[in-house]
């Protein structure tokens, strides 16, 4: 009885020690598997710019519940055009020179453009392929000067932190080169902005959502076609997206809460006195994989 009394304090000191290592090793993995879980925080992505398309919409609203499409299709006969090898060389050729021309241009003159040449644009924009032909894209035109300087208060406010804090040492330093910063007079000065905006779902007649299949990918490849439809008019502008400042424009604009913001184009004619980096594209050897 002596020895059990001796041997107890042991006993109970071994049984804690024994709970601690077992409660140590479950935090341990509990730990190992949240890291594993938990995505690579970084605070200068745009939530605007994350893709919902992998995001599956309201169980109620799922596969198989019909969106309000049509059953069927009606297809008509197609005859593309049709040049001879001389001639696609020479178009293709021609159109990657017009292309090749194409620059960053952040230095924009005032100079009324034509609307007539923005609608046009809009329209190539619209002929973009996209998922299940949901056209999922919004292009909004700003030529009001008040409703401009609005948008560059919001966006240069949103900038200054983005440079200061949200982006990290190495981004701005790759940014120097280019000489950017902040200060985005061009939003001003440009007699248009665009900004796109992509959907990302829709709504049935019934209110109920509607899926929009690839909406970030549909609305980059219209925007590509824009740009070449710009470049194609002899109008200029620069890429902008703009972090963070999604949710303010997307108010000042009065677009739905579906529409996120995903592009910012300054359209119109260079300054005279614009300048842009001296930069080199890749030659096609470092761009082309021929199999």
Known sequence: MALFSSLTPIFIAFICVLIGVIMKKTNGEKEKR????KHPSRPWVDEDLKDGTDHPLEEEEGEEEWQGLEETVAHVPFTGERYSE?????????????????????????EPVPREVIDNVIRTAGTSPSGAHTEPWTFVVVQDPDLKHKIREIVEEEEEINYKK????RWVNDLKRLRTNWIKEYLDTAPYLILIFKQVYGRLPNGKKKTHY?????????CGILLAAL?????YTVTSTPLNCGPQLRVLLQRPANEKLLLLLPVGYPKKDATVPDLVRK?????????
Do not use: C, H, W
Request: zero cysteines; aromatic letters at 8%; charged letters at 30%.
């Open 34 to 37: 949240d890291t594993k879980n």
């Open 86 to 110: 001389a001639e696609m060389i020479r178009r293709s050729q021609a159109f990657y020179e017009l292309l090749n021309k194409r620059r960053s241009v952040r230095f924009l003159s005032d």
């Open 166 to 169: 949200r982006m990290g040492d």
């Open 214 to 222: 690839y909406n970030e990918i549909s609305v980059s490849i219209a």
């Open 231 to 235: 470049q194609n008019a002899g109008l």
């Open 283 to 291: 030659p096609l050897e470092d761009i082309m994989v021929l199999m």
